[in-house]
């Protein structure tokens, strides 16, 4: 469920502020022109910026936009596959709204948030888009109360796939559809129902990419070397640990990742009943901050080496996107295991290699 969750938030926070209590309102208009215009009014032009912020998603380049009697207008080209975001953020306040530059206006009306927002036409992808955030934040809340499973999560991003593959209602779909396919086979499936110019997008790239790694880094391969710090703030290879004539279980982890907490018994199991001349543990701290990383270290009992602020390094090497991953090395720096150390099965295999050279 972590993944699932976590994609959830990702759709959440791209669609800046898309939950908050406002008016949205649907306008018939002539068929779309060229560009989108966007407009703003802030209701209280003595509280309003100097300049307002656009930004594209895709690319994350801004640019500024200047607030002149509390009204700011700009225009943009129609791009119904990427998602832009109009904010700013000035002595202690702050506003923002994203969306899709399908149609002819955009226009805001602003307060400390947004008191309406009308798109024209009501063609706009933007309607559908905005229907696919409340629900999921509304499942989400049912989700929490055991109220809801996730079919119903699944079913909808599914059929934004299905039918807006050439835009970024598609791309939002198989963002969220993609994250608990099981096999590569299955997302590349997925991807394929995505026309070209959705496909080429960053994050489908990246992942594609990811998939290629993992090929390249499968078992039988050597370890991939990189460089983070140890908790006394010294900086340390992975090629310190692992190629030195021990096996060597390496844990990918994360502080706030509760599926990583979760397997810390088993690693600790593992590490008091093998540990010494012939096995060792090392725990790799992701996508987290060094502080956070040593407060969990000495929460969960964590006695094993382990390596902070390695960050994204280790997944862009190795080809994962998701935490725990658990690999196991064999004494010179093969890779033996990529996949199911998880649970018992941790002891399992331990068991297996381990067992087999007498151990």
Known sequence: ????????????????AACTAYLLVRQHAKPCQQET?????????????????????????????????????????HDK???????????????G?????DCDTVRYEIAEQTLEEVFVPETSLNFELRDFIFFCEEWYVRFQQDQADMSELTEYSNRLVEEYPDNFLGYAGFIYASQDLETEEEWLALMNKLAPEIQAK???????????????????SMFKDFEAEQPDGTMMHFSDFVGKGKYVLVDFWASWCGPCIRETPYIRAAYDKYHGEHFDVLGVAV??????????ISEHGIIWNVMLNAQKQPGEL???????????????????VREGLRGDAIMDTLAVYLGKDGF
């Open 287 to 296: 996508s987290d901050e060094p502080e956070n990383t040593l407060k969990a």
């Open 97 to 101: 709204e994203s969306f899709v530059p």
């Open 1 to 16: 469920m972590k993944k699932s969750v976590g994609i959830i938030i990702i759709i959440v926070a791209v669609i800046a």
């Open 37 to 77: 215009v966007l407009v703003g009014h802030f209701v209280s032009p003595e509280d309003a910026p100097d300049v307002v912020y656009l930004k594209d998603d895709e690319t994350e380049q801004e640019q500024s936009i200047p607030v002149e009697n509390g009204m700011f207008t700009f225009a943009i080209p």
């Open 81 to 95: 596959t990427n998602i832009f975001t109009v904010y700013y953020e000035e002595n202690g306040k702050s506003w």
């Open 318 to 336: 190795y080809g994962f996107s998701s935490i725990p991953t658990i690999f196991l090395f064999g004494p010179d720096g093969t890779l033996l």
């Open 202 to 220: 960053q994050y489908i790239q990246k992942r594609k990419r990811g998939f290629e790694i993992q090929h390249e880094t499968g078992v039988g």
